[in-house]
């Protein structure tokens, strides 16, 4: 099973276990202001000449990189079922890589490390589809972002300017920020007047230039959906 399938189970579970409590609660969650922090897994989208690249030349894909995102957001009531957003997250995935068609003297696999590393800033709108009375509360939601990132590889490459073929070690490594925009949509599960469970799913958009090491490799793409699950504390 995979790492958003399993996500997306512990998050419907949550909601399962905090509904008894959320019925139970005389008074509903307080949106004036409220912190949330939240776990999950972000899986990139790959959708650019960086990650095609990778695949053709390279074992695995793009999916090998989901991972662990934490985030916290601010929350402040507007008006209405309107609310403004303000947050951050980290996300960082890795994996092993060898090449399709090449193996050194030994026959053992050249592999080197790519890590991706993204740190989003964002700044968004949502808007309550129920009363904040309810004891489940969906929401949806939009926004931008600006995405710090970097990109490393480290281990063992083919030079293929050489005749013969020579194998050599390096690092490469590329960074940047980009501006981006997402959408969300979640459930919140109030259990009292002060906090409260959520689960949401997110999808982000952004991309940006390579340059320095990979500059002749294209865009990076730095899209993908993130399923999350977490507590709100409203103060």
Known sequence: MRLPTLAAAAALALVVAALPAAAQSRRSFSYDNAFRLSAGVFEPEGDSAYWEDAEQDFTGDVTDFEDLTLSIDYVRELRGNLRLVVGGSIYEGSDTLAYRDFVDNNDDPILHDTTLTIAAATLGLEFRLAPRSSPVVPYLGVGAGLYSWSLEESGDFVDFGATPLEIFSADF???????????????DVPVSSSFAFF?????????????????????????????????????
């Open 173 to 187: 490594d590329d960074d940047g920020v980009a501006t981006g925009y997402w959408f969300t949509a979640g459930l």
């Open 199 to 235: 689960v949401r799913g997110r999808w982000h958009f952004a991309e940006d230039d390579l340059e320095g090491d990979f500059e002749d490799l294209g865009e990076l793409d730095l899209s993908g959906q993130e399923i999350a699950a977490g507590l709100s504390w409203s103060f």
